[in-house]
Structure formats: structure tokens, C-alpha cells
């Protein structure tokens, strides 16, 4: 497939810090973002918490293809946030979406 008929992807990305490590999460994800959002193919990357479970961090993102998010997932950014955040995840889901409706 190619870029000009590729399916933008969504993802859905929640991670629970384990409770002693929130802000060191909440700080290695943000400054991840800027970054993201530096990459080829990146659409949109925004970060949420919940406002009732703290430990809990949302990423909502949008890729121009799948590809790009391949390529994001190798991305130097991306693996500097893996140490950093190395033993402070309790938990860590990625789902990958087709927009239906607008």
C-alpha cells in the first residue's frame, strides 16, 4: 500500500506506573511527547491521566500508516523512555484502531 491510500492508524496506549513511581512516569512521558511528534508519520500524540487514578497514563495517538508507527517504535525517543521508566510500570496495553466515524 502506498502513503497516499494507506489507512491513517490509531493507538491506544494506557499505562499504569506502579503507585511509588507516578511521577517519574508522568515525567518520562512527557518528555516524550514533544519528541514523538517530531517523527515522520505523526499525526497526533497526546498524553491524558486519569482524574480519578492517577497511576493511570492514556496516549492517544494518530499515524499517517502503520509504518510510521513501526518506525516510531524503534525510535531512539522511545527507547529512552523504556529505561527510564524501567521497573515503574505495573501495567502496559496498545491497541491498534481503524477510525470508522467522524
Known sequence: MTNSTAQPLT???N???KPDNVEQVKTALNK???ATREEPGCVQYDLHQNNENPAHF???EVWQ????WHAHMEAEALKTYLVEVDG???SFTVDQMTQ???
Open 65 to 68: 500508516d502503520t509504518p510510521s
Open 32 to 34: 516524550l511527547v514533544p
Open 15 to 17: 499505562i499504569y506506573a
Open 100 to 102: 470508522v466515524a467522524r
Open 11 to 13: 493507538i491506544v496506549a
Open 88 to 90: 515503574a510500570i505495573e
Open 58 to 60: 492514556m496516549m492517544y
